[in-house]
Each structure stands twice: as structure tokens, then as C-alpha cells.
């Protein structure tokens, strides 16, 4: 019996970091829905085993962070997934100038799907500097451009939590190509510390 295919699947993952199962839809389909981490760990791709829909996570190295290779101001460590793997994650130090952009292909989204692309973001207890409100960008392949503010001075402390960046919808008849987002606070020259960066998730929004 042929396999069901995901929209857009063969293209995911030829970067799969593991060899797909395909010897029956039962096993193709239980690797789909706990997920599949791509181009080593630096991503994440699953199935919805009701909707069928794709999710993505993006982890911090496949983003790009300004100063993110100066140890003075950024340190990498890893954090246990919930799949018991262990990805990078970035960690601020310290830095005046703060900017996260990262860029994804809307091709490998389900067409017609309403998406949310949000930050995954921990503060640790001296975390500080976050007196102006931070800028939150996408921009998609057809020419929409979405931006929102978000205060991050009284957030909790400790826990992983998402910060939207903004809510779309890819259909199949618009353009598609790479789509960008950023979240950045460049302002002034406060000293901002304490944001622990997991990564994105680009995911269907509830």
C-alpha cells in the first residue's frame, strides 16, 4: 500500500538526521508525529496526527544572533529536548545591541494552514536591561510585513515561554520563498542580560 505523504515531505528531509522508516504507514507516521530533527539538531519537523499539518522548530544555531560568536557576550550550552535530545541553546551574557533574524521557506508549510511564529525564550533571575519595549518583525514572500512590540521587563523567571512574533496564513496560489523574522532591541544603550534563546516555532496557531 503506497505511503501518505506530508505536503512538501520528500524536499524536508533529505536533511534528516536519522533514516526514515517507510516500511509501513504505521511506523512512517509514529516517526512523523514525535519528530524528525534535521541538518543536525539545528531543526525540527513533525506531523499533526489529526490535522496533518507540519510544525517546525528552529534551534538557536540555525538562527542568526549579532555578537553570537563572542563569548563575552553570548554562551552556548545545551538543554534536554522533549524528545530527550539535546540541542544548543544561547544564553546572553550581556550585550547593548540585541538582534535575533533568522529566515525560513515557506514552501515546506502546509498551504492553506493559519501559522504562528513565535520565539522560545527562558529569563533567568538577573535578568535586566529590558526597559524599552522589543521590536518583533516578519516578513513574508508576498510582500506582507507584520510588526508588533512586546515588554519583556516583567516576564517570569526560569520557565521556557513563547513570544509571538506574529500569526499568518500560506496558501498555495501566493508566492512562496523564504520568509523573514527578527526580534530586536537597538534603541539605546542599555545593558540588557539574562534572555536564555531556545530557538522558534513556526507551528499551526489554536
Not at 534535521?38 to 519537523?45: A, F, G, P, S, V
Not at 538543554?79 to 535575533?100: D, P, R
Not at 493559519?114 to 525564550?121: D, I, N, Q
Given at each position: 500500500m503506497?505511503?501518505?505523504?506530508p505536503h512538501n515531505y520528500h524536499e524536508i528531509v533529505q536533511e534528516a538526521d536519522v533514516q526514515i522508516d517507510m516500511s509501513s504507514q504505521e511506523k512512517f507516521n509514529d516517526q512523523l508525529h514525535s519528530g524528525i530533527f534535521?541538518?543536525?539538531?539545528?531543526?525540527?519537523?513533525s506531523v499533526d496526527k489529526n490535522t496533518k499539518t507540519s510544525s517546525f522548530v528552529l534551534f538557536a544555531g540555525n538562527l542568526s544572533i549579532t555578537w553570537g560568536n563572542d563569548e563575552r557576550y553570548w554562551k552556548?550550552?545545551?538543554?534536554?529536548?522533549?524528545?530527550?535530545?539535546?540541542?544548543?541553546?544561547?544564553?546572553?551574557?550581556?550585550?547593548?545591541?540585541?538582534?535575533?533574524?533568522?529566515?525560513?521557506?515557506?514552501?515546506?508549510l502546509t498551504p492553506g494552514t493559519?501559522?504562528?511564529?513565535?520565539?522560545?525564550?527562558k529569563f533567568n533571575e538577573d535578568a535586566s536591561g529590558w526597559e524599552n519595549l522589543v521590536n518583533l518583525k516578519l516578513d513574508l514572500p508576498n510582500g506582507t510585513q507584520i510588526q508588533r512590540k512586546e515588554n519583556f521587563k516583567n516576564k517570569p523567571k526560569n520557565k521556557w515561554i513563547e513570544i509571538l512574533v506574529a500569526e499568518f496564513r500560506v496558501q498555495?496560489?501566493?508566492k512562496q520563498g523564504q520568509m523573514e523574522f527578527s526580534m530586536t532591541e537597538t534603541s539605546d544603550f542599555y545593558w540588557k542580560r539574562g534572555i536564555v534563546l531556545n530557538g522558534v516555532v513556526i507551528q499551526p496557531a489554536l
Open positions: 503506497a505511503l501518505l505523504l534535521l541538518n543536525k539538531n539545528l531543526m525540527k519537523y552556548w550550552t545545551y538543554e534536554k529536548e522533549t524528545s530527550g535530545a539535546y540541542v544548543e541553546v544561547a544564553e546572553l551574557l550581556q550585550v547593548c545591541w540585541f538582534e535575533v533574524k533568522g529566515k525560513f521557506d515557506t514552501k515546506k493559519f501559522y504562528k511564529l513565535a520565539f522560545v525564550v498555495e496560489n501566493e
